[in-house]
């Protein structure tokens, strides 16, 4: 199986047909989808005015997504990479970290779906990589009341069945995403589950 790297090779190699090129960037969003693979594809298109079915888009389209898709890539693998030696360093020294930041972080391990979004047409408007500074900035902050990547603190809802996700959980209503619980504080969460959180005040994520 092709990994991320070989695919990303096939992209940009001006020799491979165009129909094959954008066939190895949607098998680059089974190694590397943060929205979740429909909504992380919408999100390139709309991006980078590639029509969704188009099986010739321009080369130049093409690798402007993967451009796109790797520096967000480089941002999460960083991120992993500190994850993993301050996990190390803690372990070590007895210290533990609360379990819903470790189940969170081992169900998004590879970061597909870390910012996983609802609707697959509703997503951040921003970069994938300006979008997953603002999670990991929410992630290693401390917990908050709001959506770490738009800022909503009125726009969180509460689905009690994801419909691109296993379970139920908070949805920001301003930018799509599935809110990481560990970066709510617990009365935040109480809340949102209460639906006393229905209006959106958002920031745009640009």
């Known amino acids: 199986m092709a990994g991320f790297r070989s ?6 190699d001006p020799r491979c ?3 094959l090129r954008r066939y190895s960037l949607r098998k680059c969003l089974e190694r590397f989808a943060p929205y979740g693979h429909r909504a992380t594809w919408d999100h390139l298109c709309a991006r980078h005015g590639i029509e969704p079915e188009d099986r010739s888009p321009e080369p130049a389209r093409l690798i402007a997504a993967l451009d796109e898709l790797e520096a967000a890539r480089a941002v999460w ?3 992993e990479g500190d994850f993993a030696e301050r996990r190390k360093r803690e372990k070590h020294d007895g210290l533990r970290r609360p379990g819903s930041f470790d189940d969170w972080h081992r169900l998004t391990w590879g970061g597909n779906g870390v910012a996983r979004c609802d609707d697959p047409r509703v997503h951040p408007s921003g970069s994938l990589a300006e979008v ?7 992630l290693e ?3 908050g009341d709001a959506c770490p990547v738009c800022g909503a603190v009125r726009g969180l809802v509460w689905r009690p069945a994801l419909t691109h996700a296993h379970g139920s959980g908070p949805v920001c209503t301003g930018c799509g995403i599935v809110v990481p619980r560990p970066v709510l504080t617990s009365e935040a969460l109480d809340q949102v589950r209460a639906g006393r959180s229905s209006s959106a005040r958002t920031l745009t994520a640009a």
């Open 17 to 19: 047909d165009l129909a």
């Open 141 to 143: 902050g401390d917990p």
């Open 7 to 12: 695919l990303a090779r096939q992209v940009r």
């Open 132 to 138: 997953l500074r603002r999670l990991i900035a929410g």
């Open 77 to 79: 693998l960083a991120y």
